[in-house]
């Protein structure tokens, strides 16, 4: 499978961003969907989980209540919903999938495929 991620830009503090990971593959819905994100000059983190069918969403403490996953395996995309933005979410963001695997991986090394990052700034 292949994943893009796009929808990243400039947002001020409070605001919000939509993320979106469009994928090919006819096998889509069989694959767990993460985003992870990475801020210059820190390592690459786990930000959330969207199960195959949608139906399950695991997150990290850090967007818990603020951001949201979810998908649309007809149009085999998956979107990162992100409300209340602080100037700690600036960072690279990535898609990234797993075969028939668990929302709670939240190691990279868990992850086969990944999209290429789409940045997001938010402003103070």
């Known amino acids: 499978v292949q994943l893009q991620a796009s929808g990243g830009g400039l947002v001020q503090a409070g605001g919000s961003l939509r993320l979106s990971c469009a994928a090919s593959g006819r096998t889509f819905s069989s694959y767990t969907v993460a985003w992870f994100r990475q801020a210059p000059g820190k390592e690459r983190e786990f930000v959330g989980a969207?199960?195959?069918?949608?139906?399950?969403?695991y997150y990290a403490d850090s967007v818990k209540g603020r951001f949201t996953i979810s998908r649309d395996n007809l149009k085999s995309t998956v979107y990162l919903q992100m409300n209340s933005l602080k100037p700690e979410d600036t960072a690279d963001y990535y898609c990234?999938?797993?075969?028939?695997?668990?929302?709670?991986?939240?190691?990279?090394?868990?992850?086969?495929?990944w999209g290429q990052g789409t940045q997001v700034t938010v402003s103070s």
């Open positions: 990234a999938a797993d075969f028939w695997g668990s929302t709670r991986n939240d190691q990279e090394t868990n992850y086969d495929y």
């Open positions: 969207v199960s195959w069918t949608g139906g399950s969403t």
